[in-house]
Nanobody
Framework: QVQLVESGGGLVQPGGSLRLSCAAS????????MSWYRQAPGKERELVAL????????NYANSVKGRFTISRDNAKNTVYLQMNSLKPEDTAVYYC???????????WGQGTQVTVSS
């Protein structure tokens, strides 16, 4: 079965960095679009970044451009989100999503909490 397991969240001070990981299994990772979303309390879930399967092209939300970097390691079936210069407004639960390729529906991980606070 498809599984997406996020890790790497935690508490960090403003200006700090975190790297999130999402380990995938149960589907052909190399052919899937992988994305990171986040949801803050009282807000809708929003797309943070995505990376295409073959060319590895990345797209980012305007709010994180220049601070976050999405990458993927197809040999490890893992997608990463490097988050630098974190701000309190980045506080949210971050979710990994897989879609496309041999997947018939979108799949989500369980989420990992990121809290940016002094």
């Amino acid at each position: 079965q498809v599984q997406l397991v996020e890790s790497g969240g935690g508490l960090v001070q403003p200006g700090g960095s975190l790297r999130l990981s999402c380990a995938a299994s149960g589907f052909t990772f190399v052919s899937a679009v992988m994305s990171w979303y986040r949801q803050a309390p009282g807000k809708e879930r929003e797309l943070v970044a995505l990376i295409t399967p073959v060319s590895g092209l990345a797209n980012y939300a305007n709010s994180v451009k220049g601070r976050f970097t999405i990458s993927r390691d197809n040999a490890k079936n893992t997608v990463y989100l490097q988050m630098n210069s974190l701000k309190p407004e980045d506080t949210a639960v971050y979710y990994c999503q897989a879609r496309g390729g041999d997947l018939r529906i979108d799949y989500w991980g369980q989420g990992t909490q990121v809290t940016v606070s002094s």
